[in-house]
């Protein structure tokens, strides 16, 4: 037959603990422990429900008697989250902390298990609301998702079909036109110039200008490695240089003797200051505001309207998928013109300060040499 009862048990430090024992039949049957107390009272109470547990033929489960303890935030298990990604560069570890800085106002607090894909939704609106674009909303849950990946959230929140994003027209690059490039092109500094020039000239991103070192630098065959480290693909690859500008790059380097390997080679500072550089030069130029990154659109259309094939394409630009290089970075230009680059290239290496240079009668830049 079912027995509870209550045993007293002396402690190292004095006084007495109060066991609760239980069997779920006669004598023949092991005794079960059902939680210790400090006071008979406490024990008494947990004798009273195991005995309305086995009277009602059930086997009492003291599991369900433990206290709560609370899942850890969204913050918290984002920055376990964040520790945890040994596998990326410092600037996508910049990225999420970028994204999560839009996610965790709203619900960082949240215990991580808690959220629901209503919750996922009411992100989105905030955002929205906030008058956040759809390529950064998008950003955020996709950041978002990854975080109740690694805590194991099944099904995960994020990922809910029923999580809308914001209705927004896809936006279309426009390559800049060559008038535009010179245009800008003039107005900037010798030092961003050279990068303008070398960007349009090669195609790069804008990050392997940044990361290229002069130790990355083979004068013998006029070209410099984007290390695995800096390229996109985490492929390495050579990018040559035109033989102009070659000759402009090394004129700019120190004497060989003089030279530090880790030295950035293109002196452009960070990406972010040629970017601002040449937005500033475009609103001054009275041309369509565009980025660096255009230059490579740009370049690609350029190679593909004279005739280069997508795999030649993507080995020169480091393109992996050849379908994301004729269906986003190939355009039809409204110019197929190369730029003036020894006009250009002359200002660089008198380092000739910027100014406004007059314009002739069609819109064209007049020479100034």
């Not at 991103?205 to 695995?228: M, N, T």
């Given at each position: ?6 045993t ?10 109060f ?10 049957t092991?005794?079960r ?11 008494t109470?947990?004798k ?13 489960d003291?599991?369900?008697l433990?206290?709560?303890?609370a ?7 984002a ?11 410092e ?22 298990d808690?959220?629901?894909?209503d ?6 609106n905030?955002l ?14 996709t950041v ?6 690694y805590?194991?959230?099944?099904p995960?929140?994020?990922?809910d ?11 279309i690059v ?12 003039w ?8 990068g ?11 990050g ?14 006029k ?14 690859r050579?990018v040559?240089l035109?033989?102009?500008?070659f ?26 200051r040629l970017?601002?550089?040449?937005g500033?030069?475009?609103?001054d ?28 394409i ?9 379908s994301v ?11 197929y013109?190369?730029?003036?680059r ?15 240079t007059?314009?002739?009668?069609n819109g ?6």
């Amino acid at each position: 037959m079912a027995s509870t009862w209550i045993t007293r048990r002396p402690r190292k430090n004095g006084g007495f603990s109060f066991r609760v024992m239980y069997r779920l039949g006669g004598h023949e049957t092991a005794p079960r422990y059902a939680g210790a107390f400090s006071t008979k009272r406490e024990a008494t109470t947990r004798k009273a429900w195991v005995a309305g547990e086995l009277a009602a033929m059930r086997v009492p489960d003291i599991s369900i008697l433990a206290e709560h303890v609370a899942a850890p935030t969204l913050r918290e298990k984002a920055a376990e989250w964040q520790a945890s990604r040994k596998d990326v560069r410092e600037s996508t570890r910049i990225h999420h902390r970028t994204v999560l800085g839009r996610v965790l106002p709203t619900l960082g607090a949240r215990p991580y298990d808690t959220i629901t894909a209503d919750d996922v939704q009411d992100l989105v609106n905030t955002l929205e609301a906030k008058g956040k674009a759809r390529a950064s909303i998008r950003k955020s849950v996709t950041v978002l998702a990854m975080v109740l990946d690694y805590a194991r959230v099944r099904p995960n929140p994020a990922r809910d079909p029923n999580v809308k994003l914001p209705n927004e027209e896809p936006e279309i690059v426009q390559p800049p036109h060559a008038d535009h490039v010179e245009a800008v092109a003039w107005l900037l500094p010798a030092d961003y110039l050279l990068g303008l020039l070398v960007l349009d000239a090669t195609g790069a991103r804008i990050g392997e200008l940044e990361g290229a070192r002069i130790g990355d630098f083979d004068e013998l065959e006029k070209r410099w490695l984007v290390r695995p480290e800096i390229s996109k693909t985490r492929r390495a690859r050579w990018v040559e240089l035109p033989a102009d500008l070659f000759e402009v790059v090394v004129a700019r380097l120190p004497a060989r003797e003089d030279r530090d390997p880790e030295a950035p080679l293109f002196p452009i500072r960070s990406t972010d200051r040629l970017r601002m550089a040449i937005g500033r030069a475009c609103r001054d130029a009275g041309v369509p505001s565009w980025s660096p990154h255009d230059l490579r659109h740009r370049r690609i259309s350029l190679l593909h309207h004279q005739g280069v094939s997508w795999a030649e394409i993507g080995a020169h630009v480091g393109q992996r998928n050849l379908s994301v290089t004729a269906d986003t970075y190939t355009h039809v230009l409204m110019d197929y013109r190369e730029l003036d680059r020894a006009k250009l290239l002359e200002r660089v290496r008198v380092g000739q300060t910027p100014g406004q240079t007059p314009w002739v009668e069609n819109g064209s830049l007049a020479a100034t040499f």
